[in-house]
């Protein structure tokens, strides 16, 4: 079949449209993906800006650790031991073993923070309690924390601890710190009171014969099963945390300059994560909108005509 020049000028049109078409679709999603980048890119920026601040924070303290400096001393007290296995979940699960557990972590965890860390014991033993505050005062230990977990048969969740009957602020401002720390990672935050849970003018052995702030610590309950899930699976996280209440409470009393600079840190570090959700949702509605102009060929500085 002959094709009239007519034909063949319809042919060669169509082809060079059918070529520009390629072109525009090649260029909006070239257009696309660098948006994208951009996108992503200012995000990462932002991340990483604050990101990179904290860490450089954390590296400063960590390499206290690393000259030898000895900040001061903390006593750390994993509860029971021994005879007195202290709660159980009725399951062949007790306490003196979860705060043993949790215990040498801590005292992991401070060390690496420069602090010396002194302990009522590091295995299954039975101290006596009485005996533990007098260890800590012995030491000459500046903080005291004795790690519990509690039990409840009414269904209790939750970080709460006891201080010394006379209810001193020190005390008191370590157990809440404690308290709020390990509520960031993620149990229940209960309450700080002072003297024993049936009488606030008695004292727990360990918290009568303390001469430096002191806290009893229940890190959730063992009759709880979402606790001990907390308890097992963040074990790490929780150790820091604990770790890190005592070390921004040493700061508080004795480095004030270090808290000062570590509070800092904290609210930048809860900044930066509200700026990159921020950064996030403004980057999603961004691609939403991109999304749809290159839907309907309305991408600025692409003619969906030419
Ligand atoms: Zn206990």
Redo the contacts with the bound molecule.
């Keep these: 079949m002959q094709l009239s020049d007519a034909e063949i000028r319809e042919i060669l049109i169509r082809r060079k449209r059918e070529k520009k078409r390629r072109l525009r679709q090649r260029r909006r999603r070239t257009l696309i993906i660098l948006l994208l980048l951009i996108v992503l890119i200012f995000v990462l920026v932002k991340v990483i800006g604050h990101g990179g601040k904290g860490s450089g924070k954390d590296k400063k303290s960590a390499g206290a650790a690393a000259s030898g400096e000895n900040r001061g001393i903390i006593f750390i007290d994993p ?2 031991g021994g005879m007195d296995s ?2 159980d979940d009725g399951n062949e699960r007790y ?1 003196k073993d979860d ?1 043993l557990k949790l215990g040498l972590a801590v005292r992991d965890k401070l060390e690496a923070l420069g602090f010396t860390v002194v302990m009522s014991r590091t295995e299954d033993e039975l101290v006596d309690r009485t005996e533990r505050g007098k260890m800590a005062n012995k030491a000459g230990a500046q903080l005291f924390v004795s790690i ?2 509690n039990q409840s048969d009414s269904g209790g969740q939750g970080v709460e601890g006891f201080i010394p009957k006379e209810d001193d602020k020190n005390s008191r401002l370590l157990g809440e710190n404690i308290m709020h720390f390990l509520g960031k990672a993620g149990f229940a935050e209960r309450t700080i009171r002072a003297g024993t849970l049936g009488d606030p003018n008695d004292d727990y052995e360990e918290n009568a014969a303390t001469e430096m702030p002191s806290v009893l610590i ?1 890190v959730g309950f063992l009759s709880s099963d979402d606790d001990n899930y907390r308890f097992d699976n963040n074990l790490d996280q929780n150790a820091k945390a604990i770790a890190d209440a005592i070390n921004y409470t040493f700061m508080l009393l004795h480095e004030p300059d270090a808290a000062a600079e570590y509070a800092k840190m904290m609210s930048q570090t809860d900044e930066a994560c509200n700026t990159a959700l921020t950064a996030t949702g403004e980057a999603l509605s961004g691609l939403n909108a991109i999304q749809s102009r290159a839907a309907d060929g309305t991408i600025e500085g692409i003619d969906p005509e030419a």
């Design positions: 509860g029971h202290g709660s306490e705060t519990h977990r229940e």
